[in-house]
Structures are given as C-alpha cells and as structure tokens.
C-alpha cells in the first residue's frame, strides 16, 4: 500500500514538473519573470503584490490562486493591473497544469514581472514547481518567529523573504534573532526584507532585488 501511494506520488510529480517546464519556457520566450509567492492565510500577500507592483517600473502581472472567491482579483483590477484567477476548490496549492491554464488566457504584450499569488499555505505549495524562475516567501511578525522552524521546506526554497507586518513589532513578542538564526540554518543565501503593508516600508528595496534578478 505504500509503495502504491508512492508511486503514484512519483506519477504526479513527474508530470507536475514536465508542464512546469513547459511553463517556464513559454514565459521565458515572452521575457516574463516568474515569481511563486507563497506564505500563510492572512500574511498580506495581495497588499505586497499591490506595493511591489507600485515599485516596479515594469510591466506587471498576476495570477490569483485561492480555493474559493475571486476578491483578490477584483481588487487588484480596480487598480487597472493584469490579473487572472485560479481557483483549486479545495486543493491546498496551485500546480503547473493550472498555471499553465491561466497563462495561456492572459496577454504578455511586453517584457515584465509575472507575479503567481498561491494558495494561502504554508506546506503544500513549496513542494510543487509551478514554472517559476524563483520563490518569494511572505511571512509576517503576528504569524510568530517559530516558522523556520516549523516549515522548514518553505524556507529552504525560498529565493527571497520578506517579514511584513514590522509596524507592529513593538506589541509582540517577536524574537527576530531567533527568527534569522532558523531562517540561515536552512538557508544561507535568501535576503530578507522587512517590509510593512501598512506603512510601505521596505518594498522599494524588494522591488530593486527583484527588477536585477530579472534583468528587467
């Protein structure tokens, strides 16, 4: 019985990664950027997409993964950016095939940043390539400074960190050494930015590493 579900786990990833491929080279050959943003119900992923997107002085675009609902994506809309929706309907992250949908429906008219919002989670989507070019993990101080530690597989993957929320670090009990210590453990090369929804405070860095790592 194991070596069943095994196998058949094996199946899915092998076909999983072979359409991510596919993925990433329609989008390299339109010269968009792919970035797999991952992190936590709640963590403010969709109001980083809004600042990052303000930063960045090249063309943006989005796909919105969630299991239900559409808000996200109207949201993002109103602001007159490109986004389309993926909804799993109970699966716990975006896989390459549902990618791969979405991307042939949008309009990659010029070279830019194409921004994949998973599913809010914290195991499920690190484990499946979706034909990113990196994997930018959104953590934030209320979610607690234990999370390394916790989810290591989503730490060890990720390309670049950002801890959002840091307007409220003087109400919490954050330990941000402890934080940094489980995050180098795992993972010597990630820069980590802190960042705050609210205020705006460090995106325009973020968004500075992430114009040069796409060569935009």
């Not at 709640?42 to 993964?65: F, R, S």
């Not at 609902?69 to 699966?91: H, M």
Request: charged share 25%; proline share 4%.
């Amino acid at each position: 019985m194991h070596m069943m579900k095994a196998d058949v786990m094996v199946d899915i990833h092998a076909r999983n990664n072979h359409i991510a491929e596919h993925v990433h080279e329609y989008l390299s050959d339109r010269h968009v950027f792919a970035v797999n943003l991952m992190g936590a119900p709640g963590t403010g992923k969709t109001t980083t997409l809004e600042h990052l997107l303000k930063h960045l002085d090249v063309p943006g675009y989005v796909i919105e993964g969630d299991i239900e609902s559409d808000i996200d994506t109207e949201r993002l809309r109103k602001q007159q950016i490109a986004a389309s929706q993926i909804n799993t309907f109970g699966a716990c992250h975006l896989d390459a095939p549902l990618v791969h949908n979405a991307i042939h429906t949008m309009q990659f008219e010029k070279p830019g940043i194409l921004f994949i919002e998973n599913v809010g989670n914290l195991v499920c989507p690190a484990e499946f390539s979706i034909g990113e070019d990196i994997k930018l993990l959104q953590v934030s101080v209320t979610d607690g400074s234990d999370k390394p530690y916790k989810y290591p597989l989503a730490f060890e993957k990720a390309d670049i960190i950002l801890l959002n929320k840091i307007d409220l670090l003087p109400y919490l009990d954050f330990d941000e050494a402890f934080f940094m210590d489980g995050i180098r453990h795992l993972n010597k090369k990630a820069p980590v930015f802190k960042v705050s929804g609210k205020t705006g405070e460090g995106y325009a860095e973020a968004a500075a590493w992430l114009k040069e790592r796409a060569g935009l």
